[in-house]
T-cell receptor, first 114, second 113 residues
Framework: QKEVEQNSGPLSVPEGAIASLNCTYS??????FFWYRQYSGKSPELIMS????GDKEDGRFTAQLNKASQYVSLLIRDSQPSDSATYLC??????????????FGSGTQLTVLP | GAGVSQSPRYKVAKRGQDVALRCDPI?????LFWYQQALGQGPEFLTY????????KSGLPSDRFFAERPEGSVSTLKIQRTQQEDSAVYLC???????????FGPGTRLTVT
């Protein structure tokens, strides 16, 4: 089992819809979780971090964490064409301590159709 | 202020050549990370520095890969005797402290022919 798994997509949603991106992780001891956005040919950019069970909202983005199910998701409300990108879920490696050497999923490619 | 910079942005190497990839982190950032990203995959951790100390090199795929950060600022990732499977984008990230947000550079795309 891979340490971090994501549906590779591609995922297409119409403009204005909610895009739902999912991620599961294998290390039950993981305490922090990150969502990165990567535009084609560009570097990853951190958009959300979450540390506690439940929801965390930031503008149009909501991260949801369920540690019992080892599941973290990202919801994008009122999706815009500019949200079209690959979304990467990342979890610190078990051995990384406070330094957060990250393990990434393979990413979900999102396309928002105008 | 300036972000993380990497050079060269693109590198083509013949199989067997040595290459050196440079990373300039954000000024004052203590932590520096190298990742390798194959096409269609997420980045994979290679190595981590805190100042000049290489604290974790468990992700380096072979002894052909070597990284250094001698003065705690600029870092160089060196790949000896490149192989085709080394073709990837090499990303450098830095963070202010060990647990802070990582800022990624634009990457170096290495193609080994």
């Amino acid at each position: 089992q891979k340490e971090v798994e994501q549906n590779s997509g591609p995922l297409s949603v119409p403009e204005g819809a909610i895009a739902s991106l999912n991620c599961t992780y294998s290390d039950r001891g993981s305490q922090s979780f990150f969502w990165y956005r990567q535009y084609s040919g560009k570097s990853p950019e951190l958009i959300m971090s979450i540390y506690s069970n439940g929801d965390k909202e930031d503008g149009r983005f909501t991260a949801q964490l369920n540690k019992a199910s080892q599941y973290v998701s990202l919801l994008i409300r009122d999706s815009q064409p500019s949200d079209s990108a690959t979304y990467l879920c990342a979890v610190p490696r078990p051995s990384s301590g406070s330094a957060r050497q990250l393990t990434f999923g393979s990413g979900t490619q999102l396309t928002v159709l105008p | 202020g300036a972000g993380v910079s990497q050079s060269p942005r693109y590198k083509v190497a013949k199989r067997g050549q040595d290459v050196a990839l440079r990373c300039d982190p954000i000024s004052g950032h203590v932590s520096l990370f190298w990742y390798q990203q194959a096409l269609g995959q997420g980045p994979e951790f290679l190595t981590y520095f805190q100042n000049e100390a290489q604290l974790d090199k468990s992700g380096l795929p072979s002894d052909r890969f070597f990284a250094e950060r001698p003065e705690g600022s600029v870092s160089t990732l060196k790949i000896q005797r490149t192989q085709q499977e080394d073709s990837a984008v090499y990303l450098c990230a830095s963070s202010l402290g060990s647990g802070d947000e990582q800022y990624f550079g634009p990457g170096t795309r290495l193609t080994v022919t």
